[in-house]
């Protein structure tokens, strides 16, 4: 069971570091369509938003 959880959670973590550097790459407007197709494949992330740090 341990094992299931951790490679659950590992790939939740992969998607969220890869659309941090997408986002970085490509910039608000098309992050904001990338992003809905990550919420569907993953439905454990509920909600993805930007959010810049000022």
Do not use: K
Request: net charge neutral.
């Amino acid at each position: 069971m341990a094992t299931v959880l951790q490679r659950s959670f590992n790939r939740y973590t992969d998607v969220l570091t890869f659309l941090q550097d997408y986002y970085w790459v490509v910039g608000q407007p098309v992050f904001a369509g990338f992003i809905a197709r990550s919420l569907l494949t993953y439905p454990g992330i509920q909600a993805l938003e930007w959010a810049p740090l000022m």
